[in-house]
């Protein structure tokens, strides 16, 4: 299958700092890519849409000037989480698609933590 | 009531059990179907699409009923392996907008 990686694999960072988690299609254009979040022992919750070239889409309660997303190319999508707090602490994992309507494949996933 | 509901968990189930999970979903516009695995700390892996009409790969059969919004998976002969959290997921579009929905998954071990 197609694989889609992600760096760093774990991040810890103090209060006030600025994150930020590049996720790649590594075999695939992803003309889409999306971000999720999980707390522990919680399900996946959609952060973020964004499709190649144009600005994300954003789930209703997830501030778009906190968590930045640029999806430069068709390989490469970048979360950014900006001042960072405690409870942002959590995995972050991105997936892509060929198209809007194919398979995701997911990323490994970055474990932040913010202390 | 949640888009997408599974069953509460977890099933610990003896090697070569078989093991039935199963999930609803509230939005009878939703368009696509898949059971994702995904293992501590890891990220969702998929496992198969569902279809009205069934499929089957190997040991793990998915159902799909679009009249009670009602999917299902049975993994049969249950391997330690096979021990993970599986994931309903239910996926939608509309107005230019895919949405990707996960249930919080049921968590299975499989004991020697």
């Known amino acids: 299958g197609a694989v889609v990686s992600q760096h760093p694999s774990r991040v810890i960072c103090k209060s006030g700092t600025s994150v930020k988690i590049e996720c790649r299609s590594l075999?695939?254009?992803?003309?889409?890519m999306f971000w999720y979040r999980q707390f522990p022992k919680k399900s996946l919750m959609l952060m973020a849409t964004s499709n190649e070239g144009s600005k994300a889409t954003y789930e209703q309660g997830v501030e778009k000037d906190k968590f930045l997303i640029n999806h430069a190319s068709l390989t490469l999508s970048t979360l950014t989480v900006t001042s960072a707090h405690p409870e942002d602490s959590s995995f972050y994992i991105c997936?892509?698609?060929?198209?809007?309507?194919?398979?995701?494949?997911f990323g490994p996933g970055t474990r932040l933590t913010v202390l | 009531r949640k888009e997408v509901e599974q069953d509460p968990g977890p099933f610990n189930v003896p090697e070569g059990a078989t093991v039935a999970f199963n999930c609803t979903y509230s939005n009878s516009a939703s368009q696509s179907f898949f059971w994702y695995r995904q293992d501590c700390r890891k990220e969702p892996k998929l496992l198969m699409s569902?279809?009205?009409s069934g499929n089957e790969d190997g040991r793990f059969t998915a159902q799909l009923n679009r009249a009670s919004q009602y999917i299902s998976l049975l993994i049969r002969d249950s391997k330690l392996s096979d021990s993970a959290t599986y994931l309903c997921?239910?996926?939608?579009?509309?107005?230019?907008?895919?949405?990707?929905?996960f249930g919080k998954g049921t968590k299975l071990s499989v004991i020697p």
């Open positions: 997921v239910v996926t939608r579009t509309g107005a230019g907008s895919y949405q990707l929905t």
């Open positions: 997936s892509g698609t060929p198209g809007l309507t194919d398979t995701q494949y």
């Open positions: 075999d695939f254009q992803a003309t889409t």
């Open positions: 569902v279809y009205s």
